[in-house]
């Protein structure tokens, strides 16, 4: 015998027509709980006395409705779609269906054929699945840099940016700076920092903001590569950027954590400017690594020792670009000329 479901509602309707049958609830009673006519009651108590429980369930139920598609219909909708419109979504295949075929459903019924039938994937099933990547495994094999843009001393002072490196293997933050903006010169800045206090990482890994990676498919300049992707080419320190934000989350969970920790500990210091926020850095730097870095898989540091003079960081870490001398020893750039003095090594600088 097969199971019977019904509703809160029918079981509500069998409990007190079943009071109104051994005397305890009269007619009238059972019509104002139900909200039904006395007269309508009266047809219900006849119907179970001759059927049993069963006669409140409603006529339809189990049958298909009057007004539904037809399959052969459905068959034939789903057909035209995946003849002319296999990548449309349902709203826009409802329109086209309405406007070349004469056809008329609803897009929320060709939603649930075309989910059904797998010409079309819900936005659940569109989800990408990010998989955590491994952690590197020593110290300084990979340095996630990014600029997060905040009101890091709240009303108190501008908003402005805070530079992050952090190591990707053990979670230390090696350099913290505030800057008015994320900008070439911003970055070369702390990286000369950087570069002084730790090293040469192996590579650095970072979004595709305009800094680090030219985005224009072809870039007027010609060697396609920006400024700052330039200098740690210059120093031996490949650079990489990454596809999407979660693929950088060991920095992106650093920047929501400093954007609540960092700016109370300013409030509390009563920090309201750059250069105190950045003299206060060191500190907080500290007690952050102390409590949220973790050793390496590997203990080895592969930081490299920073060989070169002043003079040569310097010429590395600036704005360099490719111009031709002229014939005229003119040399043209950012919509300026500038004339060199003739001489014979002006000129032997020609073309």
Same mark, same amino acid.
Request: aromatic share 6%.
């Given at each position: 015998?097969?199971?019977?479901?019904?509703? %809160?509602?029918?079981?509500?309707?069998?409990?007190?027509? $079943?009071?109104?049958?051994?005397?305890?609830?009269?007619?009238?009673?059972? $019509?104002?709980?139900?909200? @039904?006519?006395?007269?309508?009651? =009266?047809?219900?108590?006849?119907?179970?006395?001759?059927?049993?429980?069963? *006669?409140?369930?409603?006529?339809?139920?189990?049958?298909?409705?009057?007004?539904? /598609?037809?399959?052969?219909?459905?068959?034939?909708?789903?057909?035209?779609?995946?003849?002319?419109?296999?990548?449309?979504?349902?709203?826009?295949?409802?329109?086209?269906?309405?406007?070349?075929?004469?056809?008329?459903?609803?897009? %929320?019924?060709?939603?649930?054929?075309?989910?059904?039938?797998?010409?079309?994937?819900?936005? *659940? =099933?569109?989800?990408? !699945?990010?998989?955590?990547?491994?952690?590197?495994?020593?110290?300084?094999?990979?340095?996630?840099?990014?600029?997060?843009?905040?009101?890091?001393?709240?009303?108190?002072?501008?908003?402005?940016?805070?530079?992050?490196?952090?190591?990707?293997?053990?979670?230390?933050?090696?350099?913290?700076?505030?800057?008015?903006? %994320?900008?070439?010169?911003?970055?070369?800045?702390? @990286?000369?920092?950087?570069?002084?206090?730790?090293?040469?990482?192996?590579?650095?890994?970072?979004?595709?903001?305009?800094?680090?990676? !030219?985005?224009?498919?072809?870039?007027?300049?010609?060697?396609?590569?920006? =400024?700052?992707?330039?200098?740690?080419?210059?120093?031996?320190?490949?650079?990489?950027?990454?596809?999407?934000?979660?693929?950088?989350?060991?920095?992106?969970?650093?920047?929501?954590?400093?954007?609540?920790? @960092? !700016?109370?500990?300013?409030?509390?210091?009563?920090?309201?400017?750059?250069?105190?926020?950045? $003299?206060?850095?060191?500190?907080? /730097? *500290? =007690?952050?690594?102390?409590?949220?870095?973790?050793?390496?898989?590997?203990?080895?540091?592969?930081?490299?020792?920073?060989? @070169?003079?002043?003079?040569?960081? $310097?010429?590395?870490?600036? !704005?360099?670009?490719?111009?031709?001398?002229?014939?005229?020893?003119?040399?043209?750039?950012?919509?300026?000329?500038?004339?060199?003095?003739?001489?014979?090594?002006?000129?032997?600088?020609?073309?």
């Amino acid at each position: 015998m097969g199971l019977v479901l019904m509703s %809160e509602h029918e079981l509500q309707r069998i409990d007190v027509l $079943a009071q109104v049958l051994d005397g305890s609830l009269r007619t009238v009673t059972a $019509a104002h709980v139900l909200n @039904l006519s006395q007269r309508q009651v =009266q047809r219900l108590i006849r119907e179970v006395r001759a059927e049993g429980a069963l *006669a409140v369930r409603h006529k339809l139920r189990g049958r298909p409705s009057s007004n539904r /598609i037809s399959d052969l219909k459905r068959d034939y909708i789903l057909s035209l779609i995946r003849t002319n419109y296999p990548d449309f979504g349902p709203t826009l295949a409802t329109e086209m269906l309405a406007e070349r075929h004469g056809i008329h459903v609803s897009s %929320e019924t060709l939603r649930k054929w075309m989910i059904a039938d797998g010409i079309w994937k819900s936005r *659940a =099933q569109r989800r990408r !699945v990010h998989q955590p990547r491994l952690r590197r495994e020593s110290l300084g094999e990979l340095i996630q840099i990014d600029g997060s843009e905040h009101r890091w001393f709240e009303d108190r002072g501008p908003a402005c940016t805070l530079l992050v490196f952090i190591d990707d293997a053990t979670g230390t933050l090696m350099q913290l700076r505030f800057v008015p903006s %994320e900008s070439t010169e911003s970055y070369f800045s702390s @990286l000369s920092d950087y570069l002084h206090d730790h090293g040469l990482p192996v590579a650095f890994y970072s979004d595709k903001h305009s800094v680090f990676r !030219v985005n224009r498919p072809e870039p007027r300049s010609g060697h396609g590569m920006t =400024q700052f992707g330039r200098a740690p080419c210059e120093l031996n320190i490949e650079i990489l950027c990454a596809n999407s934000s979660q693929a950088k989350g060991r920095v992106e969970r650093a920047n929501r954590t400093l954007q609540d920790r @960092l !700016v109370k500990e300013l409030r509390l210091a009563g920090i309201s400017d750059i250069e105190a926020g950045n $003299a206060f850095l060191p500190g907080f /730097i *500290a =007690q952050h690594n102390l409590r949220f870095a973790h050793p390496p898989a590997r203990p080895d540091n592969l930081h490299r020792p920073l060989n @070169l003079p002043a003079s040569r960081l $310097a010429e590395i870490l600036c !704005v360099r670009d490719q111009r031709q001398v002229g014939a005229s020893l003119v040399v043209h750039y950012e919509r300026r000329k500038f004339i060199l003095d003739d001489s014979e090594h002006a000129r032997s600088a020609i073309g």
